[in-house]
């Protein structure tokens, strides 16, 4: 009698764990071709189901295990192969589930294994320069967020913190605001959007801003085995 709850509860636990019902496909090669020349990561997520279209496998373990996508180690294929998942929750499924759920349908589709380990994280400062910034205290009326115009990018009521996270965006790596600098600012970079997701940050350096290179220890997603093509759905 005391095997048998065991297992009802080993069910349930793994139930609560699972998708209702998941498609795991490789991407159209079209697809995976465009993916690649933008370097676009397309995500997509709805109430009650879950739509990852052409997405790489580092993007989806990254949401599964909550690390950003450098922190995850592994094969290459891990960001070149694409794939379009969907999946359906249970009903009384909640959104905190999902991460585990996608463990789960990682190590079933893929038979994926993974272990966690801490290592050095290479990552950048966002540091004053030889000469204090010259900023604009942001307008009591403006609001967070930003503006792309011809020849500027302009950044409403920003911090040096929400600065530090729009140039991890940019920049592939990410930074950490060691300004020292407090208060919200409009800042105005003399460059455009499309040279700023290109990874040019000059203009945001001339500023009076430095990146410098920095290392800390951090948890990390060591994939040590993986499937290329999922198992049938």
Known sequence: MKTFALLVMAAGILTAQSFEAASVRRSAPEAVGKARSTGA??????????????????AVLALAYGVDRDQV??????????????ATLPADATQEQVPAMLQH??????????????RQRARLALVV??????????????????EANSDNVVFTKATMTSLARMLTLFVGRPVADETGITGEYDIKVNTTWAELQLGSVGAILDLGFRLEPRSSPAKFVVVTQADKVPTDN
């Not at 990561?41 to 580092?58: A, M």
């Not at 349908?105 to 801490?118: A, G, I, N, P, W």
């Not at 030889?130 to 403006?142: C, G, Q, R, V």
């Open 41 to 58: 990561v397309p995500r997509q997520q709805e109430p009650g189901r879950i739509n990852y279209p052409n997405v790489n496998l580092k």
């Open 73 to 86: 180690a592994g094969p290459q294929w891990l960001d070149d192969e694409r794939y379009d998942i969907v």
């Open 105 to 118: 349908l990682l190590s079933d589709r893929f038979r994926m294994s993974v272990h966690m380990e801490t």
């Open 129 to 146: 320069g030889k000469n204090m910034p010259k900023l604009t205290p942001a307008k009591e009326s403006s609001r967070f967020g930003f």
